[in-house]
């Protein structure tokens, strides 16, 4: 089992950048792919990006591709997500999700573990 804790959001300038962060606790968070989730007002939670538990592959959605990139340190037991030329969007609460599993390219939200949000406001 793990627990996550995101941090990082904030309001922010169209066109700015940001960093996420994803705090796991446990001595096995390595054994999780991981992903990041963000949620819009009145919309559905969607699939921004995943990394494979090695970290040594990753996987993006479109709309996110080019200007994000998940990472991760499993000596920390952080992920990451840097967000550049932010638009606004991508205005939401972003989620940190955990999942024992080997697949991380997919974009479904079945994942085993969620954090609690952090919110990302981008102004124009």
């Known amino acids: 089992q793990v627990q996550l804790v995101e941090s990082g959001g904030r309001l922010v300038q169209a066109g700015g950048s940001l960093r996420l962060s994803c705090a796991g606790s446990?001595?096995?968070?390595?054994?999780?792919?991981m992903g990041w989730f963000r949620q819009a007002p009145g919309k559905e939670r969607e699939f921004v990006a995943a990394?494979?538990?090695?970290?040594?592959?990753?996987f993006y959605a479109d709309s996110v591709k080019d200007r994000f990139t998940i990472s991760r340190d499993n000596a920390k037991n952080t992920m990451y997500l840097q967000m550049n030329t932010l638009k606004r969007e991508d205005t939401a609460v972003y989620y940190c999700?955990?999942?024992?599993?080997?697949?991380?390219?997919?974009?479904?939200?079945?994942?085993?573990?969620w954090g609690q949000g952090t919110q990302v406001t981008v102004s124009s």
């Open positions: 999700a955990a999942k024992d599993s080997s697949v991380y390219r997919s974009t479904s939200i079945r994942y085993d573990y």
């Open positions: 446990g001595r096995t968070f390595s054994r999780y792919v």
């Open positions: 990394i494979a538990r090695s970290g040594g592959s990753t």
